[in-house]
């Protein structure tokens, strides 16, 4: 089963900008509660859509630049990139068919 991989400020350009597939980061942190219910959801995901789209984590305490970059001012926050752009998003614990709708979303 496929894990979300780790992405971080030296290899998010490779891994999500260069990507020929969606990808879908989620940006947490230890310390939130809220991305540790996330973070499961985010795993399965993960495992669901391995070879159709890339599912990575940006821990944002050791990563500020990338988190910076696209103003991620509260965690959790999921992005969703296409073709090298931000395509889509969701801040905040929500449910995994919203995630699973805005990758399909992506993947069209």
Not at 26 to 48: K, N, S
Not at 81 to 86: I, L, S, T
Not at 94 to 107: C, D, F, R, W
């Amino acid at each position: 089963m496929a894990n979300a991989i780790e992405i971080t400020d030296a290899n998010f350009e490779e891994l999500v900008l260069n990507s020929d597939k969606p990808v879908l980061v989620d940006f947490w942190a230890e310390w939130c509660g809220p991305c540790r219910m996330v973070g499961p959801v985010v795993e399965e995901i993960a495992g669901e859509y391995a070879g159709k789209a890339v599912v990575g984590k940006v821990d944002v305490d050791a990563n500020p630049n990338i988190a910076a970059k696209f103003g991620i001012r509260s965690i959790p926050t999921l992005l969703y990139f296409k073709g090298g752009e931000k395509v889509d998003g969701v801040v905040g614990a929500v449910p995994k068919g919203t995630l699973v709708s805005k990758l399909e979303g992506a993947l069209a």
